[in-house]
T-cell receptor
Framework: GQNIDQPTEMTATEGAIVQINCTYQTSGFNGLFWYQQHAGEAPTFLSYNVLDGLEEKGRFSSFLSRSKGYSYLLLKELQMKDSASYLCAVTDSNYQLIWGAGTKLIIKP | GAVVSQHPSWVICKSGTSVKIECRSLDFQATTMFWYRQFPKQSLMLMATSNEGSKATYEQGVEKDKFLINHASLTLSTLTVTSAHPEDSSFYIC?????????????FGDGTRLSIL
């Protein structure tokens, strides 16, 4: 079956750095997405990785290792507004998007 | 770019009413649109995939006669919840993918909060 694993919840301190991991087992791979979802709102697109390596976009970076079926989202200089759920999603060989359950990130002052 | 507009944001109505939700891609053409449902503190659940000019593909367990989907143009898809009941109360979210490339990200509308009394 197809599976995406990410931690249910993480807590970090304002100003710090946090890494949210995602591992996947899917039938084929055509890219991995990270989305941010604030409570009561729709998800917003953060990043896309299809090749191995690190993609940096401001305070957010996303890393992919296809051989390990692994990705992480790195958030630097955490702000209170970063408190949200972070969703990992993988596109399989049929271009179906498989969603993880999301990681709820709690930022403390 | 890649803006998706979803309407209405909130709906409160009586049991037995049919409710129509619109999803529009404002600045791109969306060959494929997706409809999700999300219950409080739960994950996104894909309900159906909507392709322009053809019938929607429904996920297992989703009643196609209850959740009618129409994707008549490259910029508009509608979801109609027919004869809605309290158990249909949920957060419904649409998304659209730019062009026909499966590796393109989905861009989400703001969602519709549906409450059936």
């Amino acid at each position: 079956g197809q599976n995406i694993d990410q931690p249910t919840e993480m807590t970090a301190t304002e100003g710090a750095i946090v890494q949210i991991n995602c591992t996947y087992q899917t039938s084929g791979f055509n890219g991995l997405f990270w989305y941010q979802q604030h409570a009561g709102e729709a998800p917003t697109f953060l990043s896309y990785n299809v090749l191995d390596g690190l993609e940096e976009k401001g305070r957010f970076s996303s890393f992919l290792s296809r051989s390990k079926g692994y990705s992480y989202l790195l958030l630097k200089e955490l702000q209170m507004k970063d408190s949200a759920s972070y969703l990992c999603a993988v596109t399989d060989s049929n271009y179906q998007l498989i969603w993880g359950a999301g990681t709820k990130l709690i930022i403390k002052p | 770019g890649a803006v998706v507009s979803q309407h209405p944001s909130w709906v409160i109505c009586k049991s037995g009413t049919s409710v129509k939700i619109e999803c529009r891609s404002l600045d791109f053409q969306a060959t494929t649109m997706f409809w999700y449902r999300q219950f409080p503190k739960q994950s996104l659940m894909l309900m159906a995939t909507s392709n322009e000019g053809s019938k929607a593909t429904y996920e297992q367990g989703v009643e196609k006669d209850k959740f009618l989907i129409n994707h008549a143009s490259l910029t508009l898809s509608t979801l109609t919840v027919t004869s809605a009941h309290p158990e249909d109360s949920s957060f419904y979210i649409c998304s659209a993918r730019d062009g026909s490339g499966g590796a393109q990200p989905q861009h989400f509308g703001d969602g519709t909060r549906l409450s059936i009394l």
